[in-house]
Structure formats: structure tokens, C-alpha cells
């Protein structure tokens, strides 16, 4: 669930006022690879520090993400304050 606010918030951020619709594939791809290389790193960092670096985590980080994209792509006209 922490990935689905972390693309959510990346995704606000990019977004931004005055932001075309032909940004939009543009800014959820970039939102996925910077969450993807965050969620990364922070499994790196774990295996490291002697805790188990367990790449099933980042698959559940990409889950959350995907999850939250179909959220945005479900339900982002029916709130007309976030429409693009």
C-alpha cells in the first residue's frame, strides 16, 4: 500500500498545472521507474545492512503501483478538480 501513495504522490507531482494529456503515458511511466529504482534500492540497502534482501518485496511494491495506475485510470473522471 506505501507504493500505491508513492506513485500516487510521484504522479501529482509530474503532473502539475498546465501539463498536456500526450504528457500523461510519459508521466506514469517515469512515476513506475523512479518508484521501481526507490523500491530497488531500498531492497539493495537491506542486504546490506544484514537483513534479508528479498526481491518478492519489490514485486509487491509493483503490485501497489499497478494497483494505484488502475485507481487513477478508474475513477480520475469522476473527480473533476484532477481531470488532465
Do not use: C
Request: glycine content about 10%.
Amino acid at each position: 500500500m506505501m507504493y500505491f501513495g508513492v506513485w500516487t504522490l510521484l504522479v501529482w507531482k509530474f503532473k502539475g498545472p498546465g501539463r498536456l494529456n500526450h504528457d500523461r503515458r510519459k508521466i506514469f511511466t517515469w512515476s513506475i521507474v523512479i518508484a521501481l529504482f526507490m523500491g530497488g534500492s531500498i531492497e539493495y540497502l537491506q542486504g546490506q545492512t544484514g537483513r534479508a534482501m528479498d526481491w518478492t518485496d519489490q514485486l509487491a511494491n509493483f503490485g501497489g503501483m499497478l494497483l494505484a495506475w488502475w485507481f487513477w485510470i478508474k475513477f480520475e473522471y469522476k473527480w473533476p478538480m484532477y481531470k488532465w
